[in-house]
């Protein structure tokens, strides 16, 4: 048949075929793969629900030294990079590609910041050992209860730091008689060798003052370690080892917005093994969540360094869009993650 026999009547509507999606191939590829991340983070987050209230205990954001301000600064940091990418797009559309770049470099300003405060946040956990670890390990500083067990990690810990303390003291008593010694073993006249073990027992004294002294010198230590160590020792009297366990590290009520400070904050070389019910699990979802979320964020500043040294038009502003849309993802995903993780 010829073409004129399948032509449509006047007045009929004429049909045309569209090959593809209406869409350009680097868009379309990054729906495709927001898909999956959507898919991902939604695991991640109905994961943590279903831990979070199925829990018997859980900890309250202070006692874990979480700052709902600090984590509210954080969301609104991340709300205003996603309107500088905004901005970025809507100059290189304009084929302004200097305002772009700025757009672009406040942009990776903003998110370096948010990696920056999650950064002293980690800070926080590490430096109280609140970090997901299994019984047994070196590391396990969080217990659920005061029970025995916790009795015996403190015992342990008290005794690690008394030894060290009598090793430091053998060392430094070791090198000063060897000093000692060593005048002895050169004969030399009475007079010169009573100068020399004078100066050298002066030296050890000075020394040893100096060790003594101070907030982590060994008399603090032995004061602050050997009343731990005594009650430490009654695993069999749980009230003595949870006021114990209340002095290393008090716990923050639902309804207490502070943090108070224990022990371990007190003197930062203590490091003693702390209770916090639903500890364990907390933070393995808490670092969990966020930690996924922190390496999308590094993946998305990656991404605007890779595009500073190109210019932007009208032409390739596409690339501003595609990078922007997975930017606005990773920001929605924190502000999903971050009511659940500080406020609730």
Not at 4 to 25: D, I, S
Not at 149 to 178: C, F, H
Not at 255 to 267: A, C
Request: hydrophobic share 50%; aromatic share 12%.
């Amino acid at each position: 048949m010829s073409h004129e026999a399948h032509a449509p009547a006047a007045g009929h509507l004429k049909l045309q075929y569209q090959p593809a999606l209406p869409l350009r191939n680097g868009k379309l590829f990054l729906w495709l793969f927001l898909s999956t991340e959507i898919m991902f983070f939604a695991g991640l987050i109905g994961m943590y629900i279903v831990l979070r209230f199925g829990a018997t205990v859980w900890p309250v954001p202070h006692a874990v030294h979480l700052s709902e301000p600090t984590g509210a600064f954080n969301t609104f940091v991340l709300i205003c990079s996603s309107v500088t990418i905004v901005l970025a797009l809507e100059a290189a559309k304009k084929n302004k590609s200097d305002a772009a770049k700025f757009w672009l470099i406040l942009t990776l300003a903003l998110g370096s910041v948010f990696l920056g405060v999650k950064a002293l946040e980690y800070r926080a956990k590490f430096a109280h050992k609140i970090v997901p670890t299994m019984p047994g390990s070196p590391i396990f500083n969080i217990y659920e209860k005061a029970d025995r067990y916790y009795g015996s990690a403190v015992k342990y810990r008290a005794e690690e730091i008394l030894d060290g303390v009598a090793a430091e003291e053998k060392a430094l008593a070791a090198k000063y008689d060897a000093m000692a010694a060593e005048v002895a073993d050169k004969k030399l006249p009475q007079a010169e060798a009573d100068e020399r073990l004078k100066a050298i027992a002066d030296e050890r004294a000075k020394e040893t003052a100096s060790r003594e002294e101070g907030e982590d010198g060994w008399k603090k230590k032995k004061e602050v370690v050997n009343p731990l160590l005594s009650e430490a020792k009654t695993v069999n009297q749980p009230d003595i080892l949870y006021g114990l366990a209340a002095r290393i590290m008090p716990m923050a009520g639902a309804r207490d917005k502070r943090h108070f400070l224990g022990l371990n904050d007190t003197y930062h070389w203590l490091k003693m093994p702390i209770v916090v019910p639903g500890g364990n699990m907390w933070a393995a979802t808490y670092f969990t969540l966020t930690g996924f979320h922190a390496i999308h964020v590094i993946v998305g500043l990656i991404a605007f360094g890779l595009m500073m040294p190109m210019k932007f038009t009208a032409a390739n502003c596409g690339i501003i869009e595609n990078v922007g849309l997975y930017w606005h993802f990773v920001d929605l995903v924190w502000i999903f993650l971050f009511p659940i993780l500080y406020l609730f």
